[in-house]
């Protein structure tokens, strides 16, 4: 099936309140600016955030913790420079942390995308990040039980998309992209070119098409 | 005399086998690369999803938002370079393909467990980033931090205090002070500087060998 080109309006107007989203991007690189205003401007609140940060500046996903619809972030580095408006938040009490290892966050979501039910990391062993999770030693080696994260909805950001959802990046922003458009039920791409199948050299292709379900021209 | 922190740069970039693929952590690691001659191939990674990083633009007009470091800032791409998704980029480390990774520390252990994400202070807001995946999957672990803490308290320690980011994780420590190796019988010092393994002795509450 074709992915289907819209505008950003139309391509968020599936998100429900208390979704789980997941936000690519890797500070601005890869964020997909376009698709959070729409977010913001379509009004689902409550959400589970589930990104690298918890972001920057005022715009992108700084701009929907702003505006008060995340109770939630999943991420592994919220704490930043210019992270003002979730420290606010959460010195407040009025937004949720969980922070993961930033490979255990990719590799939670790599899980859910490829159907695997769960997996042993050895990252955080012993560490307060592991607390409370089941262990298992392997050959020797002590590892930690760590549960796929699936998202309701993934934003995502390419460089050129074709009409089949076929994605190319653009150097370090493609980050989570490619892992996020797996692992949600519904992904949304934002690109900067959408071009005729056939365009992109298949062999060239990272994200095939099968993952993303709308694309918008931003 | 002790090493100033360029000093300790460039030690850190002598004991880098050429050919190595290497992670430098954010801050201070950071100013390691500016010592790697280009004729030791040793290749640099970037947790957020690229080999062959090359140094930061010299022309602020060629700097692109799309090609940054671990630390959001801008960099270049050398010959050979690759990009790949955060998974893999992670994979990399868990799956021991780097060979060496600097990090900064705010303690290590004679046993090589390492703290370097959290204060563990009321009110700080936690964030480990790659710290962990690195800590636990570079093949070898270097640290450069000071020997000693604003009070005076020795970061190098008997057991950490500090949240810790690793277990037995660290192989060396480079401070201003001393080279330290670290592995399964102990404590090592490797080079000093200004100071001697006797008055390291008396400083430090872990055994000392000298190698």
């Not at chain 1, 690189?29 to 940060?53: F, K, Q, R, W, Y």
């Not at chain 1, 490979?103 to 899980?111: C, N, Q, S, Y």
């Not at chain 2, 922190?5 to 850190?12: F, T």
């Not at chain 2, 046993?111 to 700080?124: F, K, R, V």
Request: net charge negative.
């Amino acid at each position: 099936m074709t992915a289907l080109v819209c505008t950003a309006a139309e391509a968020v107007d599936a998100v429900q309140h208390g979704d789980t989203v997941l936000v690519g991007g890797f500070g601005m690189a890869g964020m997909p600016v376009e698709l959070i205003d729409a977010l913001i401007a379509h009004g689902a609140g409550e959400l589970t955030v589930v990104s690298n940060n918890a972001g920057n500046g005022h715009t992108g996903l700084a701009a929907l913790l702003a505006a008060g619809r995340v109770r939630k972030v999943i991420c592994s580095f919220p704490r930043q420079a210019d992270s003002w408006v979730f420290d606010e938040l959460y010195r407040a009490g009025k937004i949720e942390l969980e922070v993961v290892p930033q490979g255990t966050l990719a590799e939670r979501m790599r899980a859910a995308g490829a159907g695997i039910g769960a997996f042993y990391c050895p990252t955080g062993v012993g560490t307060p990040l592991a607390e409370g999770k089941e262990t298992r030693v392997i050959d020797g080696r002590t590892y930690v039980l760590e549960f796929p994260i699936r998202g309701d909805v993934a934003l995502i950001r390419a460089h050129t998309g074709d009409r089949m959802g076929n994605l190319v990046y653009r150097k370090t922003a493609r980050n989570f992209g490619p892992v996020m458009a797996a692992a949600a039920a519904l992904t949304i791409a934002e690109v900067r070119h959408i071009v005729e199948p056939g365009a992109i050299d298949p062999e060239t292709v990272v994200t095939p098409g099968i993952y993303v379900d709308r694309l918008v021209a931003v | 005399m002790t090493l100033s922190k360029a000093e300790m740069a460039r030690l850190v970039a002598r004991d880098i086998p050429d050919g190595s693929y290497v992670n430098l952590g954010i801050g201070q690691p950071t100013t390691v690369a500016a010592y790697l001659a280009p004729e030791r191939e040793i290749v640099l990674h970037t947790e957020n999803g690229m080999l062959g990083m090359g140094p930061p633009p010299a022309d602020p007009a060629e700097q692109d938002p799309d090609l940054i470091n671990a630390g959001k800032q801008p960099v270049t791409e050398l010959p050979g370079a690759a990009y790949f998704h955060h998974a893999d980029s992670f994979a990399m480390m868990r799956g021991g393909h780097l060979d060496v990774c600097v990090l900064g520390a705010f303690q290590v252990s004679a046993h090589g467990d390492l703290a370097n994400w959290h204060t563990g202070e009321p009110g700080a807001i936690p964030a480990v980033g790659g710290a962990m995946d690195l800590a636990i999957g570079a093949k070898q672990v270097f640290v450069m931090m000071t020997l000693f803490a604003r009070d005076g308290t020795p970061k190098l320690v008997p057991a950490c205090t500090y949240p810790l980011t690793g277990l037995a994780c660290v192989s060396r420590v480079y401070t201003e002070h001393a080279v330290f190796h670290l592995g399964p019988d102990g404590v090592r010092v490797a080079e000093t500087f200004g100071t001697t393994v006797e008055e390291l002795r008396t400083r430090l509450a872990v055994p000392l060998d000298a190698l």
